[in-house]
């Protein structure tokens, strides 16, 4: 593999350090690694690329590998997650994690207000919050460094969800400054950003997965999965609202909360009015109504106000009832619901030939914009709702920028409404639809000859992910497919300028970049060929997976089921649409002509070098967590050495690779069949 000159000037470096100079770059790499994180994720101000941030990362990956010892629980390397947690520790709080008394009417807030000006001793200043609607966390630091991170639960006991919380790049794993105390706790809320909600359920939507509903149940699914590598890329982030501690802090909660800012925790800005002191009911009441509007222009979901009294000795005074402060009351905000009139339901189709039912409504005024259209998602959905056409239904903004509908005013329902049936046949095409068994949508199987599908799947085919074709947009493919030119993706390859230049619209320039980019795509890798092929469930990251496996698209069509549910991630559901795809004439007819136009249907051989066939014809399973090693590293090193990876132990296991944590019954099913089992440093020595 070809190295950079850095590259070897550091890997020299490291070699010949002492344990004492590897402690110390160890710890000033971390350092300035964390600080770097916290300019680029809490400032939004990097200071340095991403590339040296990489080559920083590495730097310090490579002493962690051969310096173990000197590896930090808190180190910037952890961000990326690899550490899986099996079980999640209940920890009891050290402070009761309780709730806010809430209202959704204005005069409550005015009698709260009130009342606790009477109770509390001289002037009362409030701090008025936004109430982010995601899921609560206790941090504790201890001398400048995390130490644990516990869910809400019950408000007595939570789970240790420590592994979890270290990739969430705006939580600092070492605190900045001086002045924090020795030992304390800070709470916030951890949330879905709205961008990269909907950023992942497109994926999801592509890859034919279900939808996830909303942020805040996905933030908190997301923070209970045991792979924390999953989870750093999940791009949760979090806001901190209190700290809390034995030893005397600041005086007022204001002021908490800006120290927290300085040593380096994500805090509310003040510049956007997202934190307030407010002297009197007035400003409070000017604070609630700016984010009943304002708030549908943030970038993450909030459900209310929280108004806390400033002063930490009024706080006392007020004291608590048995689940909630006194000196803190939340007004949630209703909402954003309206309801209107179903007019009628229609129907998508997609690239791979789903169909998602779309409610068309009498237009409505929702949350500031007009709401014409809310998607029904599919054909359960609607029999749940049990609509009918004219239904004055309920209609809901959440954290999606489609609308849902989520009831039906069934007072006003004409009561000679008939009961609302699902389309049988395709709208397009009138091909009979067909459902498979786990499916949760309807699907159209005339994949060739339905021209939604074709002409989607034209447009997944030039996108930008997948061949990325320049010069050429869904507009061209539409004219192109209209002029009878293109029928199938591989007809992009047989164009010619003699046949584009009398099409209208078509200048000689923008003929010349479209056949310039057709003839560039013919150097897209393997892997991104595979996913524009659009094959159902196959998405960029399944397609990755299988590319890298396979290696060759010949290797993968000679799969059957059974070999590709083997391979790491791959799932019956997908392993059984990868075969049915490769089975169909047509799609081979077009695998050869694409073959032909010179696409790339392999990973060119560079890519394998230093590959050996050291493990040639065995199979491991990899349970626990390693000391020098993540689990997807040791997978990708088996297969680099010709092994293969396997999910569950059987007779046909050659050894199981055991790391700390390895569960009991995999351990007892290798013993039974005799399996061998064997560490970290036997399997080095094996491909050594
Ligand atoms: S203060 C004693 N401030 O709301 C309770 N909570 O109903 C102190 N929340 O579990 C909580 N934003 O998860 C506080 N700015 C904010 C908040 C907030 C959201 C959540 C928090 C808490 C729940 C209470």
Not at 189 to 210: C, D, H, T, V
Not at 230 to 241: I, M, N
Not at 585 to 591: A, K, R, S, V
Not at 615 to 622: E, P, Q, R, T, W
């Amino acid at each position: 593999m070809a190295r950079t000159k850095a590259h070897r000037i550091v890997e020299k470096a490291i070699w010949e350090m002492t344990a004492t100079e590897a402690k110390v770059r160890i710890e000033s790499l971390s350092r300035e690694l964390e600080a770097h994180n916290h300019r680029y994720y809490v400032l939004s101000q990097p200071s340095i690329s991403d590339y040296e941030f990489d080559q920083l990362l590495k730097e310090l990956e490579s002493l962690e590998q051969q310096f173990p010892d000197f590896a930090d629980v808190n180190s910037p390397t952890k961000r990326v997650g690899g550490d899986i947690t099996k079980k999640f520790n209940e920890v009891v709080h050290d402070f009761p994690m309780m709730s806010l008394s809430n209202t959704y009417s204005k005069d409550e807030i005015v009698e709260w207000e009130n009342r606790i000006r009477k109770i509390a001793d001289g002037e009362i200043t409030y701090v008025c919050e936004l109430k982010y609607d995601g899921v609560a966390i206790g941090i504790k630091y201890v001398n400048g460094a995390m130490l644990q991170a516990v869910t809400r639960g019950d408000g007595t006991k939570g789970e240790d969800i420590t592994n979890n919380v270290r990739t969430i790049r705006t939580i600092p794993m070492k605190l900045s400054g001086e002045d924090y105390p020795a030992d304390f706790e800070i709470r916030g809320e951890i949330f879905y950003p709205l961008e990269s909600f909907q950023k992942l359920n497109a994926q999801r939507e592509e890859a034919g997965e279900a939808l996830f509903a909303n942020p805040r149940n996905t933030a908190s699914g997301t923070l209970k999965m045991q792979d924390s590598a999953v989870v750093a890329q999940r791009g949760l982030d979090c806001y901190l609202y209190g700290v809390y501690s034995k030893s005397p802090l600041a005086s007022s909660h204001f002021e908490s909360v800006q120290n927290a800012g300085k040593w380096g925790f994500k805090i509310p800005l003040q510049e956007k009015k997202m934190i307030e002191t407010c002297e009197n009911i007035d400003q409070i009441m000017a604070f609630i109504n700016h984010w009943d509007e304002a708030r549908h222009r943030l970038d993450f979901e909030i459900d209310g106000i929280v108004i806390k009294v400033n002063d930490y000795r009024q706080q006392e005074e007020l004291g608590f009832t048995a689940k909630s402060p006194r000196w803190a009351i939340a007004y949630k905000f209703k909402a954003a619901e309206v309801t209107t009139v179903l007019e009628s339901v229609s129907y998508q189709v997609g690239r791979t030939g789903a169909i998602t039912p779309v409610a068309n409504l009498k237009p409505v005024l929702l949350a500031g914009t007009t709401v014409k259209r809310a998607s029904l998602h599919n054909a359960d959905q609607i029999e749940k709702l049990d609509l009918r056409i004219g239904d004055h239904v309920y209609v809901e903004k959440g954290g999606e920028i489609i609308p849902k509908v989520t009831a039906v005013d069934l007072a006003k329902r004409n009561p000679d409404a008939p009961v609302f049936e699902y389309i049988t046949h395709c709208p397009e095409c009138e091909t009979p639809l067909a459902r498979n068994d786990g499916d949760a949508k309807h699907y159209c199987p005339n994949d060739a000859g339905c021209p939604p599908q074709i002409k989607g799947k034209m447009e997944h085919f030039i996108s930008r992910k997948a061949m990325d074709i320049e010069g050429l947009g869904s507009e061209t493919i539409e004219q192109l497919h209209e002029a009878g030119m293109i029928h199938s993706i591989a007809d992009l390859y047989d164009l010619t300028a003699d046949q584009l230049l009398p099409l209208e619209r078509m200048a000689e320039k923008s003929v010349e970049n479209m056949l310039d980019g057709i003839e560039a795509s013919k150097q897209v890798p393997f892997e991104r060929v595979l996913f524009a092929l659009g094959i159902r469930y196959v998405g960029e990251t399944v397609a990755k997976k299988l590319a890298r496996h396979f290696k060759s698209l010949e290797q993968l069509m000679a799969a059957d089921a059974e070999t590709l549910v083997a391979v790491d991630e791959i799932g019956e559901r997908i392993a059984q649409s990868v075969v049915d795809f490769f089975a169909q004439p047509d799609h081979q007819t077009l695998i050869e002509r694409l073959r032909q136009a010179g696409l790339q249907f392999e990973i060119p051989e560079e890519q394998f070098a230093g590959n050996t066939e050291k493990l040639k014809g065995l199979s491991f399973v990899i349970s626990g967590v390693f000391e020098r090693h993540s689990r997807d590293e040791l997978k990708a090193l088996i297969e680099k050495h010709g092994g293969k990876n396997a999910g569950s132990v059987s007779s046909k296991t050659s050894y199981v690779l055991a790391g700390e944590g390895m569960g009991p019954s995999k351990r007892e099913k290798a013993e039974k069949l005799g399996v061998s089992i064997i560490s970290e440093g036997d399997f080095e020595a094996l491909i050594a």
